[in-house]
């Protein structure tokens, strides 16, 4: 009796430490603004396998194809609004909130009052809404948050930032808010300096997307005119790190981190380098260079970027070097194109 009794005594403790342990695992509700662009719908995919379909919510103020609703709540979120930021948190009970809605440096330059407003006012309203709610934030920059001034070759994580596009001025405001928040107000803020970021999704309308663009062009019409310079070098990474380096960086305990606000990044090349990878997966390739607006931007940004400090921090290191990015992106766009036909 007394051995029952034991038993049954035991079981309820573990019981309880087992439901103790599961409350504390509890997965994270994060929601996504932006999450129609470039690095959105792909990093909802990685997350939801990762934190489970419903616990990730994407949002955007664009109409989404039933593909989108399909694959998990998608909701209707206007960054500028800030009564309906506080609604989405209150109503789903959001934990974490990952900001993608920007005008990239390209497009922010053809309309700096719309950038103003988006970039740096949608900025405030997240960040007061994630000291109101004790969010966890992450918010995504850029190489091009630094300037003809910094170093270039190598850029490391702390030095000269005087960016010369509206896009860099906003970044360099969010990443200097985030931190001013962090010290000021105990902010869980998290931001990522990333490079370039290469997927088989159409880019936003960015200084690197050439990178993606020429894969389209080249498989599609067996031709590229690329807007930069054949030796315009820039940092460069392919979706699945840049996603890998957002999700690790996310579970980081804040003991460990020493700075809010890092450097990543998997490779640097120039145009003709990627183009000399590519040659080796297709023959006869044809690219022509006409140089844009945009070889101004890229000849301010960082060449080669030093991520030193996040792999030491939180051991960051990238997996996917050009020739392999090369290889998933044939294979990548390929599989659009069956998919989508050839416009
Ligand atoms: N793609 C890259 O190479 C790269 C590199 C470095 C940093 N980033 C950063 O990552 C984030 C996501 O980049 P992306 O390439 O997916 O951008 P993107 O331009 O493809 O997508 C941005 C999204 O923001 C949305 N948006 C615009 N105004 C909005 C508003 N008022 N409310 C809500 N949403 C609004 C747009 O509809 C769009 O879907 C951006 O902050 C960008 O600065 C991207």
């Known amino acids: 009796m007394m051995l029952v009794r034991n038993f049954c005594k035991n079981s309820v403790i573990q019981i309880r430490r087992y439901s103790v ?23 909802a ?31 209707f979120v206007d960054i500028l609004d800030f009564k309906g930021l506080q609604k989405i948190v209150v109503d789903h009970r959001v934990d974490w909130l990952i900001h993608f809605s920007a005008l990239l440096s390209a497009i922010g330059e053809q309309n700096v009052p719309l950038a103003v407003r988006v970039n740096i006012e ?80 159409p880019p936003g309308g960015g200084t690197t997307d050439y990178a993606i663009a020429i894969f389209h062009d080249i498989l599609r019409k067996g031709q590229y005119e690329c807007y930069l310079k ?4 820039l940092p460069m990474m392919h979706v699945k790190d840049a996603l890998r380096a957002l999700s690790e960086f996310l579970e980081v305990p804040n003991s460990k981190l020493v700075r809010r606000v890092y450097n990543v990044t998997s490779m640097s090349f120039t145009p003709e380098e990627l183009v000399a990878a590519m040659s080796r997966h297709v023959s006869d390739l ?7 607006s945009r070889q101004d931007i890229a000849d301010s940004w960082p060449q080669v970027f ?20 090369v290889k998933l992106m044939m294979k990548e766009v390929k599989e659009k194109i069956v998919l989508n036909g050839l416009d």
């Open 122 to 201: 949608g900025m405030h309203n997240v960040i007061e809404l994630a000291k109101q709610y004790k969010l966890r934030i992450f918010v995504p920059s850029t190489i091009g948050a630094f300037g003809p001034d910094s170093p270039r070759n190598p850029t490391p994580n702390i030095t000269v930032q005087r960016p010369r596009t509206i896009y860099g001025v906003s970044k360099v405001h969010a990443e200097l808010l985030g931190e001013y928040y962090f010290y000021k107000f105990g902010l869980d803020f998290r931001c990522l300096r990333f490079p370039g970021v290469i997927s088989s999704d």
């Open 306 to 325: 030093d991520d030193s400090e996040a792999r030491r921090d939180w051991n960051w290191k990238p997996e996917v070097d050009l020739e392999n990015l």
């Open 45 to 75: 995919k990685y997350l939801r396998g990762k934190y489970g379909r419903d616990n990730v919510i994407l949002s955007d103020i664009i109409k989404p194809t039933s593909e989108i609703v399909n694959d998990g709540p998608y909701l």
């Open 230 to 233: 054949p030796d315009t070098r």
């Open 21 to 43: 342990d599961a409350l504390k695992k509890k997965s994270p509700k994060i929601l996504i603004t932006g999450g129609l662009g470039q690095l959105g719908v792909e990093c």
């Open 286 to 292: 044809k690219i022509t260079y006409r140089p844009d």
